[in-house]
């Protein structure tokens, strides 16, 4: 949480389709980053719980 702070966003390269990207968090090299787009592709859809 930022409490009003504006984010510390570190810059990335996509591990899907290589473009540069920004994220909130300080990538390393254990873990593939994803842009906003290739993220929401891998991401399951989300089911309706009503």
């Known amino acids: 949480m930022s409490y009003g702070r504006p ?4 810059n990335a ?3 899907e389709c ?4 920004q994220v909130p968090f ?3 090299q254990s ?3 994803y842009c906003r787009e290739c ?3 891998k991401r399951p859809a989300r ?3 009503y």
């Open 31 to 33: 873990r593939p980053v």
């Open 39 to 41: 993220y929401a592709k």
């Open 18 to 21: 290589g473009k540069e990207c």
């Open 47 to 49: 089911s309706n719980r």
């Open 7 to 10: 984010r510390e966003l570190h």
């Open 13 to 15: 390269v996509c591990a």
């Open 26 to 28: 300080k990538p390393d």
